[in-house]
T-cell receptor
């Protein structure tokens, strides 16, 4: 089906550590999106990837669009306490790719 | 990024009453708007997709008569939860996008509590 499998489910790390999370699917995606959601807020777009093999950075965040178009990863370098939140991968689905479906999310906890 | 404003951010209502949630795109024309529901510690589940001036398309299992969606203009969509029950308590989030395969931007969400 059109599911996004995201892992890990949660991560507990020390401030300063690097973080890596990934998303896989049995279906091909033409776009991969990475969002961050903080408690009581809507998701905020971090990085959008449009091309297989693309590697894009946004500050300490780096994301890559897998060459098979069935996976993507997000790395956060030198984590800080404000990185705490839920990170979702997402991708377009449905006719014309107008719907956006989400992975289950990775909960990140950063200890100062 | 583009700004999507959702109102109210929190609402408490009595069981049996109806609640309306507004979603506005402030600096772009939202050709398509999406409504999601999120339970605690879970991901966002798409409820429906609405295009300006036409009827919303609901996902399987979502009752269209219970969750009324109106997208009357290019900057406003509303979700009305009718005859709300405690099990409707959830975090409702809208997102909006312009034409073409562009990414959608999200509102701040509405925490609905039905007592």
């Amino acid at each position: 089906g059109q599911q996004l499998n995201q892992s890990p489910q949660s991560m507990f790390i020390q401030e300063g550590e690097d973080v890596s999370m990934n998303c896989t699917s049995s279906s091909i995606f033409n776009t991969w999106l990475w969002y961050k959601q903080e408690p009581g807020e809507g998701p905020v777009l971090l990085i959008a990837l449009y091309k297989a093999g693309e590697l894009t950075s946004n500050g300490r965040l780096t994301a890559q669009f897998g060459i098979t178009r069935k996976d993507s990863f997000l790395n956060i370098s030198a984590s800080i306490p404000s990185d705490v939140g839920i990170y979702f991968c997402a991708g377009p689905r449905g006719t014309g790719g107008f719907k956006t479906i989400f992975g289950a999310g990775t909960r990140l906890f950063v200890k100062a | 990024g583009a700004v999507v404003s959702q109102h109210p951010s929190r609402v408490i209502c009595k069981s049996g009453t109806s609640v309306k949630i507004e979603c506005r795109s402030l600096d772009f024309q939202a050709t398509t708007m999406f409504w999601y529901r999120q339970f605690p510690k879970q991901s966002l589940m798409l409820m429906a997709t609405s295009n300006e001036g036409s009827k919303a398309t609901y996902e399987q299992g979502v009752e269209k008569d219970k969750f009324l969606i109106n997208h009357a203009s290019l900057t406003l969509s509303t979700l009305t939860v009718t005859s709300a029950h405690p099990e409707d308590s959830s975090f409702y989030i809208c997102s909006a996008r312009d034409r073409g395969p562009t990414e959608a931007f999200f509102g701040q969400g509405t925490r609905l509590t039905v007592v």
